[in-house]
């Protein structure tokens, strides 16, 4: 296949050098007239592992090759890559100049050109950025819409400095952003025919946000090991050892387990030993700010929802579930006990169902907190789920079996799930989610 690559930094070079080394016609294209001029030299304008020989492989080969004007490269090409850079402002903001001049550039060489072009962005931005800024400015300067002629996917890199190559050949995922089903992911996944790796073909809006939540995670867990250390440090632990332990759990701690969004989290252990460590940590003059976050962002999650809920103007409320979670009756802590007392604080009539918590079996700790806590939770445990069906609005703190919740809906209840990940599948009226 022919391809241009607008952009020769470190995506773009990486880009280019890859998929001529994999026997592409490979064009890339700088503003930069040192960049093309060094590519061109069979040199590489960055520094990374393997990519200079790369480089001067496929410039001897003929196979690569550069220039700085825009409508020179998309003479002949296939397809695409846009991958110039987009920094931040001073206010933090993404700037996206350079990527709206390529694209307008791009948009004008569409005009009267008869063969499909498959335009790829690669520049990371942020949700909502092709389809309401790129596809404006293409469609604008091209004349035409996307779909006519050609067509525009977003395509984020997972691509890391030093061991880029490496990242290319055996990436993590490949994700392509569509602007509608079918809208031409199938021809780039063309060019991974040998790559082993799981493919997500998705609307443009989940492929950038992807990229976003990989880079704030890899922050947040260079800051979680970081903070971690400073309180082992501390207390004279060995906190490389910790972390090594705790590293070797793939069950619960490098794994997929709590990562689904959803509602705040509760129970015995939690919220107390969050509470220890920063205690702990401020004890010992040790500031750990992402660890001192956690249980105030927790809250937030709560105050969100108790908005929300007191929005919607239903002051009947139902509680499918009350415990921390599932299968327990261990109120302790229960996030779902902290919105039951701050629904009746705001005035609201509660009934709450849950199949393992019976007020008469409660003891210890269990009993006096949710005694403290909510301590009118008698009157209002009811003994079936069908006496939730007076009820105006009903959370789904625990599951409920799906005839159940469309019978609920059926009757013009508002059903709030709070469970992570849960949908019923489909979006339906009066059905909220939390997120």
């Avoid at 590489?44 to 196979?63: H, M, N, T, W, Y």
């Avoid at 709206?100 to 931005?125: A, D, F, M």
């Avoid at 907190?369 to 069906?389: F, T």
Wanted: hydrophobic letters at 45%.
């Amino acid at each position: 296949m022919k391809i241009a690559v607008f952009g020769l930094g470190y995506v773009g070079v990486v880009t280019a050098g890859c998929f001529a080394r994999d026997g592409h016609e490979v064009i890339g294209v700088d503003v930069s007239a040192a960049k093309v001029a060094e590519l061109n030299g069979g040199r590489s304008p960055i520094l990374e592992k393997d990519i200079p020989e790369i480089v001067r492989a496929a410039v001897a080969q003929g196979r690569l090759s550069a220039t700085t004007t825009p409508s020179t490269a998309l003479e002949g090409v296939q397809m695409a890559f846009v991958c110039v850079g987009t920094p931040s402002r001073a206010d933090g903001s993404l700037d996206t100049s350079f990527l709206e001049r390529v694209l307008e550039q791009i948009g004008q060489s569409l005009r009267g050109r008869k063969l499909p072009l498959t335009l790829v962005i690669r520049s990371t931005v942020l949700p909502g950025t092709v389809r309401r800024v790129a596809l404006p400015i293409l469609e604008q300067a091209a004349g035409r819409p996307a779909g006519d002629g050609y067509e525009v996917l977003f395509h984020p890199e997972f691509l890391r400095e030093s061991c880029a190559v490496r990242d290319f050949d055996e990436p993590p995922k490949i994700v392509i952003g569509e602007r509608a089903p079918g809208a031409g992911a199938d021809r780039l996944l063309e060019l991974y025919p040998g790559i082993v790796a799981p493919r997500w073909v998705t609307a443009y809006e989940t492929a950038e946000m992807v990229k976003y939540t990989d880079n704030v995670y890899h922050a947040l867990k260079v800051t979680f090991a970081n903070e971690i250390g400073l309180v082992s440090q501390s207390l004279g632990v060995d906190a490389a050892l910790v972390m090594e332990i705790f590293r070797s759990d793939t069950k619960l701690n490098i794994s997929p387990a709590y990562f689904r969004p959803g509602f705040a989290f509760g129970g015995s252990c939690l919220p107390k030993d969050t509470r220890a460590l920063t205690h702990s940590a401020a004890r010992q003059n040790v500031q750990t700010p992402v660890l001192h976050a956690i249980l105030s962002s927790n809250r937030a999650q709560i105050d969100r929802v108790v908005a929300r809920l007191l929005a919607t103007g239903k002051r009947r409320i139902g509680f499918h579930g009350l415990a921390f979670k599932p299968g327990t009756d261990d109120l302790r802590e229960s996030q779902f006990v902290e919105l039951a007392e701050r629904l009746l604080g705001k005035g609201c009539e509660l009934r709450i169902y849950d199949e393992h918590v019976h007020y008469t079996h409660l003891t210890g700790r269990n009993k006096a907190y949710v005694d403290e806590a909510l301590p009118h939770l008698a009157r209002l445990l009811v003994a079936e789920q069908v006496a939730l069906e007076g009820c105006e609005l009903i959370v789904l703190a625990h599951p409920a079996p799906a005839a159940r919740v469309e019978a609920w809906l059926a009757a013009g209840v508002i059903v709030f799930d709070l469970g992570p990940g849960r949908s019923l599948g489909r979006e339906a009226a009066g059905y909220l989610t939390v997120v």
